[in-house]
């Protein structure tokens, strides 16, 4: 979203949010290249760095808080069309993606995942039995989840619980060498038990913040590389593979996501 109506205007967080966005390289760089949201050049960055998508390779993706669609948009462009794309958020999408499939809800409700696990079932993207066992064959998971944050550290702790359960949710869906990338708050202290799962189960595990991510914000992102067949053993949680630079990180303060969920909320319509 980057030029919304702004009937909250006058408040003067949000006229400066205004302000930034007007001014910002990234969301001018948006609208230019058809994207409805900055975010699309942090998955761009990630992908560029990291190889998750593959116009060939890559079958099926599902974007955990996809709204309102950057993400699909970069998933579509990098993977190709013929890759099944499944998205979820609270809110609506207002990208145009062919052949995906949206959710509306709380990916952390009972009733969001049923409906889910029936959407994939129906996309055969369920974990399929072998002779060996059980795989997966979802190659790549995104979450950009973040819920409304009011600044203080309950934030990181927030949302390294909604990580948490998304990792745990996407770990019997992802293939071998599938991926696994989310949006975290703080450095690796903040997100012990998620750091530790990461390293676990995927062959590198890494934070990663892009350019396009504010410079103000807390925000990084956990790339967890290549879904190994069956998890390390005795890895204490403070082993570290890949780890970006904690003392970096912690430099980071709070700051303002792209168009957050409370705006859009409040402000549906899209001017161009
Ligand atoms: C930063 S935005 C995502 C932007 C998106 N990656 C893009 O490029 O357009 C974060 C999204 O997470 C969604 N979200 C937060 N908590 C959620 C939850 N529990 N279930 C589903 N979506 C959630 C919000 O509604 C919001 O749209």
Known sequence: MLRPSCPWAGSNSSSQWMQKQALDHFVLEARRKGYVARSAFKLSYLDDRFHLLDKTRTKAVIDLGCSPGGWCQVVRERAGDSCLLVGVDLLPVKATINNAVFLQGDFTSAALQGRLHAQLDELQL??????????????????DMCPNRTGGSEDRQRI??????????????LREG??????????????????HAATRHFLTAQACKPPASRAQSDEFFLVAHSRLAAPRKGLSPSASVGLGSAQQQSQHTYGLDDWPGFARRRSPKRRH
């Open 178 to 195: 599938g991926h696994f990338v989310c949006k975290v708050l703080g450095s690796r202290a903040s997100y012990p038990d998620l750091w």
């Open 160 to 173: 390294a619980e909604l990580n948490l359960r998304a990792l745990q949710f996407s770990l019997p869906l």
């Open 126 to 143: 369920l974990p399929r039995r072998r002779l060996a066992g059980v795989e997966g064959v979802v190659d790549l998971i995104t979450s």
